[in-house]
T-cell receptor, first 113, second 111 residues
Framework: AAGVIQSPRHLIKEKRETATLKCYPI?????VYWYQQGPGQDPQFLIS???????DKGSIPDRFSAQQFSDYHSELNMSSLELGDSALYFC????????????FGPGTRLTVL | GENVEQHPSTLSVQEGDSAVIKCTYS??????FPWYKQELGKRPQLIID?????GEKKDQRIAVTLNKTAKHFSLHITETQPEDSAVYFC??????????FGAGTTVTVRA
């Protein structure tokens, strides 16, 4: 079965640079979520989109922004990167009209030097 | 917002024994409680979930129980195997399915 796709899988950036993470949800899923997971921590909710509209916002820094496009893929844009932004970033998706379950992508490991 | 507490933080069991992880939640409006298994550097994988209209659910060696009155739910793994070693996260959600996670339990199954 098709799963959530994320790219790139690994990304190395310098401080103050920008990064763009991409997510392709499971086909026919209408909701996309972004989570940040630091080393040894639980995933922290950043933001979600339902049918291309922002549906909820969590602990997402103002330096980050995200959007969902007409083909349902989503991008997380991160600017003025800081060392503390180094983490695993997971995208997840669900289909809210069915019995909802949230499935995670493989993640993007961002390292800020 | 929702606050989920998870205990214990680490759990070591002998192969073949049972493992139990417990979580409590704060928001009585939460109605969906999934459990995820995460291996090092990998994605969280949904292993079982329960909704607030059900008190117990079982899937082979894994079972989850929910006590809405006490606002706690538990994961039970029976006949543990080495491949059960991982970090397990409980989560809680209201109808929006934004997940609030517990801090995780590192389970080690000793052969």
């Amino acid at each position: 079965a098709a799963g959530v796709i994320q790219s790139p899988r690994h990304l190395i950036k310098e401080k103050r640079e920008t990064a763009t993470l991409k997510c392709y949800p499971i086909p026919r899923h209408d909701t996309v979520y972004w989570y940040q997971q630091g080393p040894g921590q639980d995933p922290q909710f950043l933001i979600s989109f339902y049918e291309k509209m922002q549906s909820d916002k969590g602990s997402i820094p103002d330096r980050f922004s995200a959007q969902q496009f007409s083909d349902y893929h989503s991008e997380l844009n991160m600017s003025s990167l800081e060392l503390g932004d180094s983490a695993l970033y997971f995208c997840a998706s669900s289909h809210t009209s069915l019995e909802v379950r949230v499935y995670f992508g493989p993640g993007t490991r961002l390292t800020v030097l | 917002g929702e606050n989920v507490e998870q205990h214990p933080s680490t759990l070591s069991v002998q192969e073949g024994d049972s493992a139990v992880i417990k979580c409590t939640y704060s928001d009585s409006a939460s109605n969906y409680f999934p459990w995820y298994k995460q291996e090092l550097g990998k994605r969280p994988q949904l292993i079982i979930d329960i909704r607030s209209n059900v008190g117990e659910k079982k899937d082979q060696r894994i079972a989850v129980t929910l006590n809405k009155t006490a606002k706690h739910f538990s994961l039970h793994i029976t006949e543990t195997q080495p491949e059960d070693s991982a970090v397990y996260f409980c989560a809680a959600s209201k109808g929006d399915y934004k997940l609030s996670f517990g801090a995780g339990t590192t389970v080690t199954v000793r052969a």
